[in-house]
Nanobody
Framework: QVQLIESGGGLVQAGGSLRLSCAASGRTFGSYTMGWFRQAPGKEREFVATIWWSDGNTYYADSVKGRFTISRDNAKNMMYLQMNSLKPEDTAVYYC?????????????????WGQGTQVTVSS
């Protein structure tokens, strides 16, 4: 059973940085797409970024491109989201996700596995 555990959320001022981590276990993730979604209060879940576990190919939402960087450490089974130049509109619960496919998708329903989420709050 795939298990995803996020950490690293918190409160930060606008313009600051945070790094989220996701510990993945339960599978060999070579043929998986991993990623991050977020959900702000009263809004639908929103795609943030994805990465192919095998070769590190990445894809970002326009809203975070140039500010966020997704990466992974295959040896440690860890995925990261480095978030810089944070804005109040980045405030949300951030979820680590995984799907057993190398087709990049931005719809949350197409991701099989989800972590419990970690809160990121950006104050103005």
């Amino acid at each position: 059973q795939v298990q995803l555990i996020e950490s690293g959320g918190g409160l930060v001022q606008a313009g600051g940085s945070l790094r989220l981590s996701c510990a993945a276990s339960g599978r060999t993730f070579g043929s998986y797409t991993m990623g991050w979604f977020r959900q702000a209060p009263g809004k639908e879940r929103e795609f943030v970024a994805t990465i192919w576990w095998s070769d590190g190919n990445t894809y970002y939402a326009d809203s975070v491109k140039g500010r966020f960087t997704i990466s992974r450490d295959n040896a440690k089974n860890m995925m990261y989201l480095q978030m810089n130049s944070l804005k109040p509109e980045d405030t949300a619960v951030y979820y680590c996700v995984a799907r057993p496919s190398l087709v990049i998708e931005t719809m949350p329903a197409l991701y099989t596995y989800w972590g419990q989420g970690t809160q990121v709050t950006v104050s103005s």
